[in-house]
């Protein structure tokens, strides 16, 4: 069965600190990936997805992810995290032939400012 | 442009209770499906209705059914309520590969 790990529950940085969460996943066959973010209050937005191509992705809010196909990751990344940019961030995966989005846990972060 | 929309928003049931939870589409999509969400944990899909059929459906048992309505719109429904059940429902929306979420209703089972 396909799963989806992010490795960090909880993150806590300072303003302008660098970030990167983990994400990877099991399956075997091509698949579109995704990053979503909840900030406290909101519903659920999508932050970036790749499909195929470049595997380096360009978000709003200059978020980037990028996927590695032999490791099963797609990690994200901003260089420069705003106190704005505290919020819950998942990760999810669903194969090309399969309508069901495999959710991570979910990475709850909080920027200090 | 309206986004997902849920109703209600929060609610409270007893076991054994029925419940019924209703989704409306962003304008212009087809297709919705539906996402229980535990504390603590990412959403776990439940159902995907698509020209008014369930397309294609997760891990949940027979308690849990939909129906979608000529104008896309949804139900979700869950009989017989156990305290397992409380959590958010999602009601996401698209119309090709991307998913828009509304606010969730958040039901629980005392």
């Known amino acids: 069965a396909q799963s989806v790990s992010q490795h960090n529950h909880h993150v806590i940085l300072s303003e302008a600190a660098s970030l990167e969460l983990g994400c990877n996943y099991s399956y075997g066959g091509t698949v579109n990936l995704f990053w979503y973010v909840q900030y406290p209050g909101q519903h659920l937005q999508l932050l970036l997805k790749y499909f195929s191509g470049d595997p380096l992705v360009k978000g709003i809010k200059g978020f980037e992810a990028e996927f590695i196909k032999s490791k099963f990751s797609f990690n994200l990344r901003k260089p420069s995290v705003q106190w704005s940019d505290t919020a819950e961030y998942f990760c999810a995966v669903n194969a090309h032939s399969n309508y069901q989005l495999i959710w991570g846990a979910g990475t709850k972060l909080i920027i200090k400012p | 442009d309206a986004g997902v929309t849920q109703s209600p928003t929060h609610l409270i049931k007893t076991r054994g209770q029925q419940v019924t939870l209703r989704c409306s589409p962003k304008s212009g999509h087809d297709t919705v499906s539906w996402y229980q969400q535990a504390l603590g944990q990412g959403p776990q899909f439940i159902f995907q209705?698509?020209?008014?059929?369930?397309?294609q459906r997760g891990n949940f048992p027979d308690r849990f059914s939909g129906h979608q309505f000529p104008n896309y719109s949804s139900e979700l429904n869950v009989n017989a309520l156990l305290l397992g059940d409380s959590a958010l429902y999602l009601c996401a929306s698209s119309y090709g590969k991307e998913l828009f979420f509304g606010e969730g209703s958040r039901l629980t089972v005392l």
């Open positions: 209705y698509y020209e008014e059929e369930e397309r």
